[in-house]
């Protein structure tokens, strides 16, 4: 703190002689003087005494008395100080300016900031000069100005110095300032980045010892997992054995139960087969004394039964080992209902037998009768052997117009017995399943083709399947006739209908697909004679001539209705065109020829066909013996005896070829008398035909038939 001692001293010197000075001015003859204050008012008179004034050449002399005895009042205080020099450097420094000032009146000096040396100099000018000018004594004035003008010069020199000083002690403030502050700052910075560092230390102890406890927690949920691990796997391992001895329980649950289920499928066709071998309208409507109806009530009786049976059990999933003892007691039953039935009819066959032996030999002893009593000689045949008729049928004969009102009724019951299905317009439930069989009835049927054997095999199957009471696939759909207690007589009726509706459409339009959709058909109808005659019944009723058969026009039938018996199509009181119509019954003709003479290939070997060649013989035979029809009559013998006629030959040989000769002989003339002009194309196909084949002596092989090749497709 020694600088700002000094500083303090210098500062006291110019303010003791300011004191001084005004002392002395106080005391002097112009501090005694009373100022005026309205002197400007006497300005003019002022003017005369306002001349510059000028030092009196003893001016230097007075302030050197001054400094003198400034010097010598200051000199004791300064001995305490180190930098003493100081002052008495500004003092001789200030000599040296007023000195000049002395002799050249107020003119500043040159410089501001003398050397100590020349200010030495200068003090020893004065020096000379008070020794030369001893005698010369200023006067009070002078003496006073000089005073005032050496105490301002002082004070300015003075305060020019002290305020460098300021200067400089604010200089080494601000630096010993900012040298604190950049040491402070430094401090600072030390203890933030020793207090960081402590906070990364303890904030990495505390992260460590996170850490630590995480670790330790994790090895614990490890440990703890481990443990939870190997209790899971065990419960695992045993849930997954219970598991598997559950799926083989249920595995040989479900393998049982398929296999009553098959049972119960097998039991349900035989019952079936077995209840279509009950006919208690027409088969044996001969026999005397015998009713079949009781039979037929109780085996329809027994199928509900099965059926329901069956139904209840799909529902409820597998069928247990109760329902299948309760079908197989239903299988015995109806097979005790069929052996009763056979033994009733086989005593009515041979008590029938009986009375025709007996008529027999009353017609044996009334014809001797007659050839005694008779005395002329039977009339001669005729050389040629033969005896003709001498006109022909109209109308079919008898028995032939009973088997086609037997297939009628059949057709009649049948659709009789689905009546739930057929009117299950509020039934969602039910008109859904109609949908779905009727779907799977006749959609096999749709894609019988002549693509390969093996495709014909698979629509024969899944045909077989649905009617045996099996589950089908179709639409996406499982189907099965189990599924309603009238499903199995809708499907009959249904499938039965679209094998006609293929024979008026499919056939109609390429003969060649006759021969498909005939093998499927009669091996179903082999296997489930049921849809055979329902098939019959259909066309029959579609085309009447191929039972043969015309229907008379009855009192009371209107036209429309008889257009409708004779076959053709009525549409909004129109009937179809003679084109189409023939063309439709050439579809379903050869439909039927093809049927009865084919067989599936794989089903029985030792069974027969159910509506084999012999019906084909019998109808060609009764059409010969009917009054033929104009365009008609000739147009259907041409279809069946091109599709039927090699199958013919070969079953009858002679006697074919004696057919052939009576329809080229006999019935063409007939045909021809009742033919005009615009109706002749098909009796001269006709006629062409029966020619090449007479010529040939061989009928050719229909076009389009299946041959062995073709089930190896």
């Not at 004679?529 to 009447?544: M, R, S």
């Not at 039927?592 to 159910?610: E, F, S, V």
């Amino acid at each position: 703190m020694e600088p700002r001692g000094d500083a303090d001293g210098v500062a006291m010197e110019p303010r003791q002689l300011r004191w001084q000075t005004l002392a002395a001015l106080r005391a002097s003859s112009k501090g005694r003087l009373n100022y005026c204050r309205h002197w400007l008012q006497d300005e003019d008179i002022l003017e005369g005494c306002m001349s510059p004034l000028v030092l009196s050449p003893y001016s230097g002399w007075v302030l050197d008395r001054v400094i003198g005895q400034s010097a010598q009042e200051v000199a004791p205080s300064r001995s305490s100080t180190p930098k003493g020099s100081t002052p008495l450097t500004n003092r001789s420094s200030s000599l040296e300016k007023i000195t000049p000032a002395s002799h050249q009146g107020s003119s500043p000096p040159p410089s501001t900031e003398p050397n100590e040396t020349k200010g030495n100099d200068d003090l020893g000018l004065l020096e000379m000069d008070q020794e030369e000018l001893p005698a010369v004594l200023p006067s009070k004035v002078t003496e006073v100005e000089g005073c005032i003008q050496m105490y301002e010069e002082m004070h300015r020199l003075k305060g020019k110095e002290g305020l460098r000083q300021r200067q400089e002690q604010q200089e080494q403030m601000v630096r010993a300032v900012y040298a604190l502050a950049s040491e402070q700052l430094k401090r600072f910075d030390e203890l933030k980045e020793l207090k960081q560092h402590q906070e990364f230390q303890d904030l990495q102890e505390v992260m460590e010892k996170s850490l630590k406890e995480a670790q330790g927690q994790q090895e614990k949920l490890k440990e703890e997992h481990r443990h939870r691990a190997k209790i899971l796997n065990l419960k695992l391992r045993e849930a997954e054995q219970q598991r598997q001895r559950q799926e083989e329980l249920e595995r040989l649950r479900k393998e049982e139960g398929q296999e009553r289920l098959r049972r119960l499928y097998s039991i349900q066709e035989e019952v079936l087969q077995l209840n279509q071998q009950i006919d208690p309208n027409y088969r044996h409507k001969d026999l005397p004394r015998i009713d079949l109806s009781a039979y037929s009530n109780r085996g329809n009786q027994i199928c509900g039964l099965v059926s329901g049976l069956i139904r209840t059990t799909s529902e409820r999933g597998f069928p247990t080992q109760v329902d299948v003892a309760n079908t197989e007691r239903a299988l015995q039953e109806m097979r005790g209902l069929i052996s009763s039935m056979q033994q009733e009819i086989t005593a009515a066959v041979k008590e029938k037998m009986r009375d025709e032996e007996e008529e027999r030999q009353k017609q044996k002893e009334l014809l001797k009768k007659e050839q005694l009593k008779a005395q002329t000689p039977a009339p001669a045949q005729q050389s040629g052997g033969k005896q003709q008729k001498e006109g022909l049928q109209v109308k079919a004969e008898e028995g032939t117009m009973q088997w086609y009102q037997q297939l009628q009724d059949v057709a009649e019951q049948c659709v009789a017995s689905f009546s739930e299905i057929s009117n299950c317009k509020d039934n969602n439930e039910v008109k859904k399943i109609k949908t779905d069989l009727q779907k799977a009835a006749t959609i096999p049927v749709s894609q019988i083709s002549r693509i390969a054997g093996s495709q014909l095999r698979e629509v024969f199957d899944k045909i077989n399947n649905l009617l045996s009471g099996k589950s089908v696939q179709s639409g996406g759909r499982t189907v099965s006739v189990t599924q309603h207690p009238q499903g199995l007589d809708f499907v009959y009726y249904k499938l039965a209908e679209k094998f006609v509706s293929q024979g008026e459409e499919e056939v109609a339009s390429h003969h060649d697909a006759a021969f498909p959709i005939a093998v499927v058909a009669s091996g179903i109808w082999e296997l489930h004679p049921q849809v055979g005659d329902l098939f019959l019944a259909h066309l029959h009723k579609k085309c009447p001539y191929a039972v043969p058969f015309y229907p008379a026009l009855k009192e009371g039938t209107s036209m429309e209705e008889y257009q409708r018996m004779l076959g053709y199509q009525v549409k909004d009181s129109k009937i179809e065109e003679q084109d189409h119509f023939l063309k439709r019954m050439s579809g379903l003709i050869r439909l039927y020829a093809a049927i009865i003479q084919l067989r599936w290939p794989y089903g029985n070997k030792d069974g027969t066909h159910p509506h084999g060649l012999n019906y084909g013989w019998r109808w060609l035979a009764q059409m010969l013996n009917m009054e033929p029809l104009a365009d008609v009559t000739a147009t259907l013998l041409l279809d069946f005896l091109e599709v039927c006629g090699n199958a013919l030959m070969k079953q009858y040989k002679a006697q074919f070829w004696k057919i052939m000769l009576l329809i080229r002989e006999e019935y063409i003339p007939r045909i021809e008398a009742i033919t005009s002009s615009g109706q002749m194309g098909s009796l001269i196909r006709f006629k062409k035909f029966l020619e090449d084949c007479l010529e040939q002596k061989k009928i050719p092989l229909p076009k389009g038939a299946l041959q062995p090749s073709f089930w190896k497709s």
